[in-house]
């Protein structure tokens, strides 16, 4: 392979990864509304329905989107690591011997990640956000009611 057609190669290899990556992020937004919109319609519907165990319920759907989207940063974060490469062959810091390597440098980023990656993506806010405070208000809501402060 020529040295134009390789980066002619990377060049289409950057752009693919640079379109996977905001697709991603148009996806946890998706997850974000999902979220939302099931938790708080759960809150809601504790009250509708006088019962104080529909806001676990709601709490817990929270708290699983927001490890769906923690997990879902994590499979996204695993593309970084061959666009970095990519960039940095054509700063000249690096010279990449092939083209099309997207899928061998996701798995090994995926797997070097692992659990402590996803656990350090929970605690970016714009992960943690809105999951974590619908969490936090129905748990806060159920222990209101059960200490008999506030009534359903």
């Known amino acids: 392979m020529t040295d134009d057609q390789l980066s002619s190669a990377l060049q289409a290899e950057y752009l693919q990864l640079q379109k996977t990556i905001e697709d991603f992020d148009s996806r946890a937004l998706t997850i974000k509304a999902w979220s939302v919109s099931f938790s708080l319609v759960a809150v809601a519907g504790a009250f509708v329905s006088n019962s104080d165990v529909v806001l676990l319920v709601a709490s817990l759907s929270a708290l699983l989107f927001w490890l769906l989207e923690g997990t879902w940063k994590g499979f996204q974060y695993a593309y970084y690591r061959r666009s970095k490469s990519i960039e940095a062959h054509f700063r000249?810091?690096?010279?990449?011997?092939?083209?099309?390597?997207?899928?061998?440098?996701?798995?090994?980023?995926?797997?070097?990640?692992?659990?402590?990656?996803?656990?350090?993506?929970?605690?970016?806010?714009?992960?943690a956000m809105p999951h974590l405070a619908v969490c936090i208000l129905a748990l806060a809501i159920f222990v209101l009611v059960r200490q008999k402060v506030i009534q359903l």
């Open 92 to 127: 000249g810091d690096v010279s990449l011997p092939a083209p099309f390597q997207i899928g061998t440098t996701w798995s090994a980023s995926w797997r070097e990640g692992g659990v402590r990656r996803i656990a350090w993506i929970l605690t970016w806010p714009q992960v």
